[in-house]
């Protein structure tokens, strides 16, 4: 079965979550983030070759007024370095980047906008981190009927226990399929 058919009833969007330079190399340095950067490089080339849309949800905060900020201090200010999606799985042209400032890639932004002119009814959910922002935003495809895959080696969080608590309440909560990129490359 093909993730991204011609159908336009069953199209595919990997949302790749706040793999920024703040959250790999910077101020909330993840340094569980480098085990994630090979298979989502494999992801993401393999996506953009066979149509499947690649898109990114990025913390771009607005400093001295966003919420998040009094949580973890100053991170991922818009128009800085460290809002920039790292380099080793950058966004080309063909793909779209939504910023966010909040946890959820969904809450005031355009994703929702994005994904229903793509007609996207898939969503493969990547990036940092598996038990806040991935998980938040997951919980807004699932709130918004999409079906939901979660690549387990495309996620990642600050400790193994939250990485592991995150992608089993992904499973149990909002139904995502768990699988490996190498699986889930198979299938484009």
């Not at 494999?42 to 001295?64: F, P, Q, T």
């Not at 992608?167 to 149990?172: C, G, R, S």
Request: hydrophobic residues 40%; aromatic residues 8%; charged residues 25%.
């Amino acid at each position: 079965m093909s993730l991204n058919p011609p159908s336009v009833k069953d199209r595919t969007a990997v949302i790749i979550v706040d793999m920024l330079n703040d959250f790999v190399t910077g101020s909330l340095k993840c340094d569980r983030a480098q085990r994630i950067i090979p298979p989502m490089q494999k992801l993401v080339e393999e996506a953009r070759k066979k149509g499947v849309y690649v898109i990114y949800s990025n913390d771009a905060h607005i400093k001295g007024i966003d919420k998040e900020l009094e949580l973890w201090g100053d991170h991922a200010i818009a128009g800085t370095p460290g809002a920039e999606v790292i380099p080793e799985i950058a966004p080309t042209d063909v793909d779209y980047v939504v910023p966010k400032r909040r946890y959820s890639g969904f809450y005031g932004t355009d994703l929702e906008i994005l994904l229903d002119e793509l007609k996207v009814n898939t969503v493969i959910m990547t990036g940092l981190h598996a038990h806040m922002c991935v998980r938040h935003t997951t919980a807004d495809a699932y709130f918004r009927g999409y079906k939901i895959i979660v690549p387990t080696d495309g996620v990642e969080s600050f400790t193994e226990e939250d990485y592991l608590n995150g992608i089993k309440y992904l499973k149990e909560v909002y139904g995502a399929e768990l699988v490996t990129i190498d699986e889930l490359v198979k299938r484009f």
